[in-house]
């Protein structure tokens, strides 16, 4: 597993331990030694160390049956206290809960994170068919229609880096793939002011998003809510 630019400024231990918590986001029912060591390409006794330091912490958890490793209580604090931390979500859900009242749908607040949409929070629908979604997961930008909207209001440059970064994996078959048609689509979201994933990232799944502007006039966030077709 390849790590961050190599920098005079980065501490290896750190980052090392780092990219084993993310290692252990793609399992969240465990993983052995074995399988954290071969994600990570490191020696069993590397990560066995880095492991052992993080447990001490409460970073990562070890189940006494069968030894396996998985993200630690501690991160679920501190996850909490960044997010109190956030006043945007205290400013946004007043707007949020009156949507959530007139629409009936879910609503979603999120931001982009390293070229994800990241979501910070939402409510759930008010109708007997919802769909799943969690506070802390992660979209794809080119096709979701909270993340066409901030990418909207990104510079070219930021785009172009973004879909390097993470290119446009088609999900459906209405899934945007060619950057030239998402620049023309970018440029729709701009003169209307919102944007639509109909059925980009899940089939018979529709989402209206809006940016939320800073006093800057930069888009940082930005709500959607989603109904089935």
């Not at 084993?20 to 399988?35: P, Q, R, V």
């Not at 160390?49 to 049956?65: F, I, K």
């Not at 080119?142 to 290119?167: D, F, N, R």
Request: glycine share 6%; aromatic share 6%; with cysteine.
């Amino acid at each position: 597993m390849k790590g961050k630019e190599d920098s005079s400024s980065h501490v290896k231990s750190v980052e090392r331990a780092l990219l084993l918590i993310d290692i252990l986001t793609t399992k969240l029912d465990g993983m052995s030694l074995t399988e954290i060591s071969r994600a990570a390409q490191w020696p069993k006794s590397t990560v066995h160390g880095l492991l052992a330091t993080l447990r001490d912490y409460h970073m990562v958890d070890q189940s006494p049956e069968n030894g396996h490793y998985r993200l630690g209580v501690r991160l679920f604090e501190l996850g909490n206290l960044v997010a109190r931390s956030w006043d945007i979500r205290s400013v946004a859900l007043p707007a949020m809960r009156q949507m959530n009242k007139e629409l009936g749908e879910m609503i979603q607040l999120a931001t982009e994170d390293s070229g994800d949409v990241l979501y910070i929070e939402k409510l759930d629908s008010t109708h007997l068919l919802r769909i799943v979604s969690e506070i802390g997961a992660r979209l794809p930008m080119h096709c979701s229609g909270l993340g066409k909207v901030m990418l909207a209001y990104k510079t070219p440059a930021e785009v172009k880096w973004i879909i390097s970064q993470k290119g446009m994996r088609r999900l459906t078959s209405r899934t945007i793939t060619d950057p030239a048609l998402l620049e023309k689509e970018l440029a729709k979201i701009r003169r209307q002011g919102y944007a639509v994933d109909d059925g980009e990232i899940m089939e018979s799944l529709r989402c209206v998003a809006a940016p939320i502007f800073d006093k800057e006039g930069k888009v940082k966030y930005a709500i959607s809510f989603w109904n089935c077709r």
